[in-house]
C-alpha cells in the first residue's frame, strides 16, 4: 500500500549573512516533526520536506537542491541574520520572487532581521508586523506603512507571518508544524525538542534603547540630565529649567525626537533600573521600587507588569542571577 499523504514544501531562504543556526534548527523541527507524524501514524497529517533557495548566477531564486524539482513552495521562510539586515539594494534581486510567489498562494514569513525582505517586497503594508526589539524604531522609520509590534513574538496574517528575535525560529517552526500538523504534533516536537511552546510574547526581553542621535542638542542634554538622576524628578519645570526652554516647548521637542513624552521616558528608566535590580540583586520588591522612585510598590507592580508583560517576582524567577551559580 503506498503513502498517499501529501507532501508539503517549506523553502528556506538563503542569502549573505543567514544565520546558519535558523535554516539548520529550523530543518530539525520539521524533520523531527515528521519522524513524530510517523510514529503517531498520523497518515493525514502532511509530511513536510524542506527546500533551500538562492541566487543563480543569472540573479534568478532557484533551489539549491536540484533532486527535490520544487518549484515554488507552500511556505518559504526568510531567516534571521547575525550581522546588518540587508538593505534596499541588497534585497532587491530577491523582491521579484517573493512577490510572485505571495501572489500564487505561498505563505511568506520572516525571522528577526529577516523582516525587511518583506517590508522592501510590500507584503506587510497597512499590516502590523514584529521582529527584533532593538530594530523596532529603525523598522518602524524606514517603512511607516508597517505598524511595528515588537511586544509580539509571532504575528500571524494567514498569508504572512512576522517572527521577533534572534532566536525567534524556534518559535516559527513550532507555529508552522501546529499549523501543517496540528497542536498535538507541535506539542510533542516541542517536548522532544526540550522546548518550550511557541511563544507569542517577547515583551519581556525588551530593554530600553534611548534615542540620542536625533540631531537635538538641547534634547539630548536633557536626556542626560535625566540619566544622571535615573528618570527620577519630581516635576517637568525642573527639566524644562535645566533645558533653559519653555514647558510647552520642551514637551514639543521631547516628544518629536525621542518619541515619548518626559514622563514616559522617565518611567523607561526607571522600570530599565528595577530590571537590573531584580536580576542582579535579592533585594525586596518594595525596597526595589523605593529605590527606582515609587513610594508606591502597588503602583509599581502594576507599572513593571505593564511594561514587561510580568509581574515583578516572576521577572526575577526567569532573569535573576543572584542564587543561581
Given at each position: ?15 549573505p ?8 534548527g ?12 510517523r ?17 543563480d548566477?543569472?540573479?534568478q531564486l ?10 515554488c513552495?507552500?511556505?518559504l ?9 540587508l ?9 521579484p ?29 497597512g499590516?502590523?508586523a ?9 523598522l518602524?522609520?524606514?517603512y ?7 511586544d509580539?513574538m ?21 507555529t508552522?508544524v ?12 516541542a ?8 511563544r507569542?510574547s517577547?515583551?519581556?526581553f ?28 519630581e ?29 514616559e521616558?522617565?518611567q ?18 518594595e ?6 522612585g515609587?513610594?508606591d ?29
Open positions: 500500500m503506498t503513502n498517499t499523504a501529501p507532501r508539503i514544501q517549506v523553502g528556506i531562504l538563503l542569502y549573512g543567514a544565520q546558519r543556526a535558523a535554516i539548520y529550523l530543518a530539525d523541527i520539521f524533520t523531527v516533526a515528521n519522524q513524530l507524524r510514529e503517531h501514524s498520523t497518515a493525514s497529517a502532511p509530511e513536510i520536506y524542506v527546500s533551500q533557495w538562492q541566487l548566477t543569472q540573479a532557484t533551489c539549491a537542491d536540484a533532486s527535490a524539482a520544487a518549484h513552495p507552500a511556505i521562510i526568510v531567516p534571521p541574520c547575525l550581522g546588518d539586515h538593505d534596499a539594494q541588497s534585497a532587491q534581486p530577491f523582491i520572487a517573493l512577490k510572485s510567489w505571495h501572489s500564487a498562494g505561498t505563505l511568506i514569513t520572516s525571522v528577526c532581521a529577516g523582516v525587511y525582505m518583506l517590508a522592501e517586497a510590500g507584503l506587510l503594508d499590516r502590523s514584529t521582529t527584533h526589539w532593538s530594530l523596532a524604531s529603525d518602524a522609520s524606514r511607516p506603512a508597517i505598524a511595528v509590534n515588537v509580539k509571532i504575528i500571524d496574517h494567514g498569508d504572512v507571518i512576522t517572527a521577533g528575535g534572534l532566536m525567534a525560529w524556534t518559535d516559527l517552526g513550532l508552522l501546529e499549523r501543517l500538523l496540528g497542536p498535538s504534533l507541535a506539542a510533542a516536537t517536548r522532544f525538542l526540550v522546548l518550550d511552546p511557541a507569542h517577547q515583551q519581556c525588551k530593554r530600553f534603547v534611548p534615542n540620542l542621535s536625533h540631531g537635538d542638542e538641547v534634547i539630548v542634554k536633557a536626556q542626560h540630565w535625566l540619566h544622571t538622576h535615573a528618570g527620577q524628578i516635576r517637568i519645570s525642573q527639566l524644562a529649567a535645566y533645558a533653559n526652554l519653555g514647558e510647552r516647548t520642551l514637551l514639543r521637542r521631547f516628544r518629536h525626537a525621542t518619541g515619548l513624552t518626559p514622563t521616558y522617565c523607561a528608566l526607571r522600570i530599565g533600573k528595577a530590571c537590573e535590580l531584580l536580576e542582579l540583586t535579592s533585594r525586596t520588591i525596597n526595589i521600587a523605593w529605590t527606582v515609587y513610594r510598590t502597588g503602583a509599581f507592580r502594576r507599572l513593571f507588569s505593564k511594561v514587561t508583560g510580568l509581574a515583578p517576582a516572576h521577572y526575577r524567577s526567569r532573569f535573576g542571577v543572584a542564587h543561581k551559580g
